[in-house]
């Protein structure tokens, strides 16, 4: 079976746009049971236009913020085993490693938004504090130590004088700390040895279908039931030509952005080799940093 690449963030924007969808891959990821899962304004959003046509016209007008990470936010309700907790998920896709300062600064923003509390009551008294927040991030490129395709970066409260681990929770640290899970797509493999690997299995990109690797191969039969409405809504893009044209817009995007990271860090190891004079080396490093910046 062939369907649309998911790496592709129209694809990905099309995929999670369905709750049900959005709500199987999330709650499948963190391994818990969403009981309601509800879309929270997108302000970071990938905005593919084809308007311009110059060279860096696109990146100059649009950011690239919102090219390089697409960003969806929820708010959940969370199954427990002591009842149920509300939490907010941020869902990043990023394509480049220098992306990680974009994340740092919408995490900062989450904890900012004063939308994002709950009351609770601490003593006797009901008490304002920030809903707990879990983050999934969606890499397109490797990190530098870790090969594991799917890691999970979870919180221990520890006592420091006993070594003992604290079972129970405490709002003042679930708002101020972070659960985190990390796709390295590139490290999916062809091992399918648990559910969530098959899951991921869609963003694996070594089956392409196409020399442009807007379609992937995969195989239906691979999948359990209830992951099937993902593949037969990957299947459905492939049908949308708006998704094609964006697809191919998207990829000049990213031609003109990875253009753009080969220039300074060839402009990067010329100042670290170079004998010559540095300033107008230091001074076209920083145009196309902005460049890049904006």
Request: glycine residues 4%.
């Amino acid at each position: 079976m062939q369907i649309a690449n998911p790496i592709y963030d129209v694809v990905f924007k099309y995929l999670m746009d369905d709750s049900k969808i959005a709500k199987l891959m999330i709650s499948s990821i963190i391994d818990e049971d969403i009981e309601k899962l509800t879309f929270l304004p997108q302000e970071f959003i990938s905005d593919i236009d084809g308007t311009q046509k110059s060279k860096n016209a696109k990146i100059r007008r649009s950011g690239t913020d919102s090219l390089t990470v697409y960003r969806l936010d929820f708010s959940a309700k969370i199954k427990t085993g002591d009842g149920y907790k509300n939490v907010i998920i941020g869902l990043q896709k990023a394509k480049f490693p220098t992306d990680i300062m974009r994340f740092r600064k919408y995490l900062g923003q989450q904890f900012l938004n004063q939308e994002n509390v709950q009351k609770i009551k601490i003593g006797n008294r009901v008490r304002k504090t920030g809903l707990p927040i879990i983050s999934i991030y969606f890499l397109g490129h490797k990190l530098d130590h870790t090969t594991a395709s799917a890691i999970k970066v979870s919180r221990q409260y520890r006592d420091l004088i006993t070594n003992q681990i604290i079972e129970t929770k405490e709002a003042f640290i679930e708002s101020l700390t972070l659960d985190s899970y990390i796709i390295q797509i590139p490290y999916l493999t062809d091992k399918r040895r648990t559910e969530l690997e098959i899951l991921l299995s869609v963003f694996d990109q070594r089956n392409p279908a196409d020399r442009e690797h807007h379609i992937l191969n995969i195989r239906e039969n691979e999948f359990p039931e209830k992951y099937r409405p993902i593949i037969r809504k990957l299947q459905k893009a492939i049908l949308d030509n708006d998704i094609k044209k964006k697809m191919e817009l998207e990829d000049g995007i990213i031609d003109e952005l990875e253009d753009l990271e080969r220039e300074i860090g060839d402009l990067e190891q010329k100042l670290d080799t170079s004998e010559q004079e540095k300033e107008p080396l230091k001074i076209e490093l920083e145009n196309l940093r902005k460049t890049l910046k904006n």
